[in-house]
């Protein structure tokens, strides 16, 4: 193939302006060329392979899982991408090397680079946007003398993608499975409905966020953000549109794992859209559910209690203890006020009965209750990482619901969930075992 350059030199100088000057524009004005001259050089130079003719090869091998593309004698990340045609769409960066040295010959010593790249497939599961649609409070024609509150435990919203048998055809699929329960999440969609409760607690971790831990992820757990706030999304809304006056979100220790992420670079962690500089950060769970169209409160940070009825203290909670009832107890021990938490996926009640002096200096007795309403993630051995050591999961499915009565009075109930049914005030709910989109 013939060379359009005028002589060997041109492409080196091309090479040289481009990696000096960054863009290929820039490049070709600083060598009083035309751009399209510039780029005749550049696509004869790839096409023949010369565009690496100094020593520049291009390697390939692979560890594990991973595609690995060394480049010697490139400078840049950007040039291997290019020089090494790797599709981005299908490919993902996850570790990259640059490196330089000083090599001696007979004219002294020459520069000497290399790049590394480690790459890994992007799944091959198809996504589309979910429509955000505004919701719209119902209101109750006959106005209630008690208050009502459904509390929602840890959903934890996720995925992995595993390797399964089509029924039909029988040949092996890659399939997203989830690591919620979504029998146990339609139980409390159909309560919920049925309920119409004033006020709807989401008690945090209601998505994953698995990619974004600092311990070690499984390959079949990675780049599964985003499907899981899609299918979230659309249940957070059927949800929120059953309440009457409001749903409020509590921020649990997994959704802290995208603030986390972000401390490192605190520029990025506070930016906000130009036309919205006084909402909540771009890179925020806020943000990225479209909580403000959900209307659906979020309270953060983490630990901050949320007050229900304006005695009781609820939150996601941050105490473990390994056996059913011990954590709800301990948390009773010389508390002042009826609490509920989330974060131990046990379903746990416990009460004290104490007496104290009234405003006279008699003695009144007054009843203190802890609840931890379970979890709605999936129960299945294996499938939700937990801490090492543990491997029993000792986790039941469950939901919360508090009543105030007209003379104040708080009656905390704590509904079970078994196997994707349960019954409430009479009848049985049934889930179904369904993906949701919209």
């Given amino acids: 193939m013939k060379t359009p350059a005028d002589?060997?030199?041109?492409?080196?100088?091309?090479?040289?302006?481009?990696?000096?000057?960054?863009?290929?524009?820039?490049?070709?004005?600083?060598?009083g060329i035309t751009n399209s001259r510039l780029h005749r050089v550049l696509s004869w130079a790839k096409k023949?392979?010369?565009?690496?003719?100094?020593?520049?090869?291009?390697?390939?091998?692979?560890?594990?899982?991973?595609?690995?593309?060394?480049?010697?004698?490139?400078?840049?990340?950007?040039?291997?991408?290019?020089?090494?045609?790797?599709?981005?769409?299908?490919?993902?960066?996850?570790?990259?090397?640059?490196?330089?040295?000083?090599?001696?010959?007979?004219?002294?010593?020459?520069?000497?680079?290399?790049?590394?790249?480690?790459?890994?497939?992007?799944?091959?599961?198809w996504l589309r946007p979910v429509k955000v649609r505004s919701v719209s409070r119902k209101k109750i024609k006959k106005p209630r003398t008690q208050k009502v509150a459904l509390i929602v435990p840890d959903s934890q919203h996720g995925f992995r993608l595993k390797s399964v048998r089509d029924k039909n055809t029988g040949k092996i699929i890659r399939q997203l499975v989830p690591m919620h329960d979504r029998k146990a999440c339609d139980v409390v969609l159909q309560i919920a409905k049925d309920l119409n409760p004033d006020e709807i607690i989401l008690l945090g971790d209601m998505v994953d966020f698995g990619g974004l831990s600092t311990f070690p992820l499984e390959s079949d757990a990675k780049y599964l953000?985003?499907?899981?706030?899609?299918?979230?999304?659309v249940w957070l809304r059927r949800l929120s549109l059953s309440c009457t006056e409001r749903c409020v979100w509590l921020e649990g220790n997994h959704e802290l794992r995208l603030f986390k992420q972000l401390e490192n670079v605190q520029e990025a962690a506070v930016l906000r859209p130009v036309d919205d500089v006084l909402g909540p950060p771009q890179l925020s769970v806020e943000r990225l559910m479209r909580l403000?169209?959900?209307?659906?409160?979020?309270?953060?940070?983490?630990?901050?209690?949320?007050?229900?009825?304006?005695?009781?203290?609820?939150?996601?909670?941050?105490?473990?203890?390994?056996?059913?009832?011990?954590?709800?107890?301990s948390i009773l021990n010389g508390a002042r006020h009826s609490q509920i938490v989330g974060h131990i996926h046990r379903r746990e009640i416990a009460c004290n009965t104490r007496t104290v002096p009234d405003?006279?200096?008699?003695?009144?007795?007054?009843?203190?209750?802890?609840?931890?309403?379970?979890?709605?993630?999936?129960?299945?051995?294996?499938?939700?990482?937990?801490?090492?050591?543990?491997?029993d999961q000792d986790w039941q499915h469950g939901l919360g619901v508090v009543i105030r009565d007209s003379e104040g009075s708080n009656h905390m109930q704590l509904i079970h969930i078994n196997n994707g049914k349960c019954i409430y005030n009479g009848k049985m709910y049934v889930g179904q075992d369904e993906g949701l989109m919209e």
């Fill in 359 to 391: 405003s006279k200096g008699n003695d009144k007795y007054v009843t203190i209750s802890a609840m931890s309403p379970g979890t709605l993630c999936s129960l299945e051995p294996g499938l939700v990482p937990t801490g090492k050591g543990r491997p």
């Fill in 292 to 329: 403000d169209k959900l209307k659906i409160e979020y309270k953060k940070p983490y630990g901050k209690p949320y007050w229900l009825f304006g005695d009781i203290k609820v939150h996601h909670g941050h105490v473990v203890r390994p056996k059913g009832g011990q954590t709800v107890s």
């Fill in 7 to 31: 002589s060997p030199e041109e492409l080196e100088l091309i090479k040289k302006a481009i990696e000096e000057h960054g863009t290929k524009s820039a490049a070709a004005k600083s060598l």
């Fill in 225 to 233: 953000i985003q499907p899981a706030m899609q299918e979230l999304s």
């Fill in 48 to 125: 023949s392979g010369a565009l690496f003719s100094q020593g520049g090869t291009i390697k390939e091998s692979s560890e594990g899982d991973q595609r690995v593309v060394t480049g010697k004698g490139i400078r840049t990340m950007h040039q291997l991408v290019r020089s090494a045609d790797i599709d981005l769409d299908k490919w993902v960066i996850v570790k990259q090397v640059i490196n330089k040295w000083d090599q001696m010959g007979k004219d002294g010593p020459t520069e000497m680079w290399q790049v590394k790249a480690w790459l890994e497939r992007r799944p091959d599961y």
